[in-house]
């Protein structure tokens, strides 16, 4: 049987693939399982933070798996100290928990800004508000976060204590906040899978002021915004405010799973022994992986990554069939005009060039590295395909 006859057999069938094998890549370059190749503007949906079998990350990776690949949390191993610390380094944060996922990471997140509220505030701050159009995961809790009312159905009942706010709209926070007293507004700084769409800055610093100001704690989802995709660390960072708990997953590993959530200085004693855990959350192998990416992310990758994001954004602006385009570094939005994001797809597939989508755009999440040939290379395709 092929692939694709073993996956219709035996697979639940809750994705709704492309008909495309892919069975091996080198960077931004993949190929499929008849040896077409493809340039790669999707990253595993911004997983593959250097494209694929980046050869110093396969070796960081292959000589922890040589070494020791699990052991359980019950020891200490270096590779989960050592991320820990660097990832705190560069943020400065003070603690960090590791799971497997964005939607883990995220769940740590709720926990730990529910438990700072008891401490701190007593009982009655449990609410947390988060945006319409966001995405924070798929368990039953992070789909209550999510603020898009078809993601809650068929499988209620949902965990209790969300209500959304309209992005943008800081009269209706400021009101939501005094109603709810809430323990935490969670956001995401530019939401993906609602459609690429970056917050405002000054919105953004007003909710800090507010937080502040209410004893509300803010916390920031950059399961996909992270680990350099929008030209800086961590996407907080560009906005000028710091969250009191940030998570993250995707891109951190460059393609193994791995979940971070980082506290702050204040928030750092949210979480103690016993209150939370994770049977592989900070597995040595993942973690070794992600050390070797959060060291390569320095300062002048990150403005490599600018410079890709803006070379995009200069090439699309204006160009025929693009009505607009959104997003921050390289996770691009691009709003096509007389065609559908679905349609684009296939075409660009046909042509040998892999893009995804968020709600109607186009959504370009190459890998950060992607060599600038190969790039320019895809984007004549895409433009040639918007154009048509
Ligand atoms: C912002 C955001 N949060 C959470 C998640 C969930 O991550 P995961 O699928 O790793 O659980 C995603 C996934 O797309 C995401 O984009």
């Not at 008891?118 to 368990?139: A, M, N, V, W």
């Not at 209410?214 to 996407?235: F, K, M, P, W």
Request: charged share 20%; net charge negative; proline share 3%.
């Amino acid at each position: 049987m092929t692939t694709k006859q073993l996956d219709a057999q035996y697979i639940m069938p809750t994705y709704a693939r492309f008909d495309l094998e892919i069975v091996r890549g080198s960077g931004a370059e993949l190929y499929d399982n008849e040896g077409k190749r493809y340039i790669d503007l999707g990253s595993g949906i911004a997983v593959n933070t250097f494209g694929a079998a980046d050869p110093d990350w396969v070796s960081a990776v292959t000589e922890q798996a040589g070494k020791l690949a699990h052991i359980s949390n019950l020891y200490y191993t270096g590779p989960c100290a050592e991320l820990a610390a660097a990832l705190c380094e560069r943020t400065g944060m003070k603690k960090v928990f590791f799971s497997n996922s964005g939607a883990e990471s995220n769940e740590c997140m709720i926990k730990g800004a529910r438990r700072h509220a008891l401490l701190h505030r007593g009982e009655g701050h449990s609410t947390i508000i988060t945006l319409r159009q966001s995405f924070h995961g798929r368990t039953v809790t992070t789909l209550a976060a999510t603020g898009q009312d078809h993601f809650h159905t068929e499988f209620g009942p949902f965990t209790e204590g969300f209500v959304y706010a309209t992005a943008g709209d800081l009269d209706e926070m400021k009101a939501l906040v005094a109603e709810h007293e809430p323990a935490g507004i969670m956001i995401e700084l530019v939401q993906g899978e609602g459609g690429v769409i970056a917050l405002d800055p000054d919105y953004v610093c007003a909710l800090r002021k507010l937080c502040d100001e209410t004893g509300t704690l803010l916390l920031i989802d950059e399961v996909q915004t992270g680990n350099g995709r929008t030209g800086s660390l961590y996407a907080w960072q560009s906005y000028g405010i710091t969250p009191d708990i940030f998570s993250t997953a995707k891109g951190l590993a460059g393609g193994l799973p791995l979940g971070a959530t980082l506290f702050s200085e204040k928030t750092e004693d949210a979480l103690i022994a016993g209150t939370h855990g994770s049977t592989f959350g900070g597995n040595p192998i993942c973690c070794a992986g992600a050390l070797s990416v959060i060291r390569r992310l320095d300062d002048e990758f990150l403005a490599g990554v600018r410079a890709r994001a803006e070379y995009i954004r200069q090439e699309l602006s204006g160009a025929k069939g693009v009505a607009d385009i959104s997003g921050l570094g390289l996770m691009i939005g691009i709003e096509p005009e007389g065609k559908t994001a679905k349609e684009i797809i296939a075409a660009c597939m046909e042509k040998g060039v892999l893009v995804l989508s968020a709600k109607s755009r186009v959504r370009l999440l190459p890998p950060l590295n992607i060599d600038e040939k190969l790039l320019a290379e895809a984007i004549g395709i895409l433009k040639e395909v918007l154009a048509q």
